[in-house]
T-cell receptor
Framework: GQQVMQIPQYQHVQEGEDFTTYCNSS?????IQWYKQRPGGHPVFLIQ?????EVKKQKRLTFQFGEAKKNSSLHITATQTTDVGTYFC????????????FGGGTRVLVKP | GAVVSQHPSWVICKSGTSVKIECRSL??????MFWYRQFPKQSLMLMAT?????????EQGVEKDKFLINHASLTLSTLTVTSAHPEDSSFYIC?????????????FGPGTRLTVT
């Protein structure tokens, strides 16, 4: 089936540093969503990107949708311990209706 | 708000028994709910799409007779794991589409951790 690849799988970040996680698809996407799952918790919706080249910011988080709408990135600046968790991208493929396909996630660990 | 609850939050059962997990939308109506399974340190895998008043749509490889889904009302969907085995041990998470909001956003429940001994 159609998949979406997410890299890196793990990200160890020093507190205060920046990092980026990437999500890639082989097919053009209509939109992409990002979720955060804290350890032991459930996914929480962060944002949806729809337009080619779209950039949205939420405080220290910057989300970008590629021009070709095949990839997306999440960049976090000045990482804090509260950023610990797994960040998933999720997409809806055209033939899949309302179903979300999740990427493998990037597990973020923050070193104080 | 859009709050989804799950019950129980965790359950331990013996091999061969059945376990029912409830997913409720507390402050909104949800015609469509989704059931996911998540193994440790892995991503969410969609098991089935649950629609109120109709049969659930199962993903390829998910046994419908083993994972029974009932969506009898606009606020409740249940997942019953029948004849559970240790390999069914996992984190089961439901999500719901808010009927009054864009369908792109899914609201997730807190999950149910199932351990089969």
């Amino acid at each position: 089936g159609q998949q979406v690849m997410q890299i890196p799988q793990y990200q160890h970040v020093q507190e205060g540093e920046d990092f980026t996680t990437y999500c890639n698809s082989s097919t053009t996407l209509s939109n992409i969503q990002w979720y955060k799952q804290r350890p032991g918790g459930h996914p929480v919706f962060l944002i949806q990107l729809v337009k080619s080249g779209e950039v949205k910011k939420q405080k220290r988080l910057t989300f970008q949708f590629g021009e070709a709408k095949k990839n997306s990135s999440l960049h976090i600046t000045a990482t804090q311990t509260t950023d610990v968790g797994t960040y998933f991208c999720a997409v809806k493929f055209k033939a899949a209706g309302n179903k979300l396909t999740f990427g493998g996630g990037t597990r973020v660990l923050v070193k104080p | 708000g859009a709050v989804v609850s799950q019950h129980p939050s965790w359950v331990i059962c013996k091999s061969g028994t059945s376990v029912k997990i409830e997913c409720r939308s507390l402050d909104f109506q949800a015609t469509t709910m989704f059931w996911y399974r998540q193994f440790p340190k892995q991503s969410l895998m969609l098991m089935a799409t649950s629609n109120e008043g109709s049969k659930a749509t199962y993903e390829q490889g998910v046994e419908k007779d083993k994972f029974l889904i009932n969506h009898a009302s606009l606020t409740l969907s249940t997942l019953t794991v029948t004849s559970a085995h240790p390999e069914d041990s996992s984190f089961y998470i439901c999500s719901a589409n808010h009927d009054g909001r864009p369908s792109y956003e899914q609201y997730f429940g807190p999950g149910t951790r199932l351990t089969v001994t």
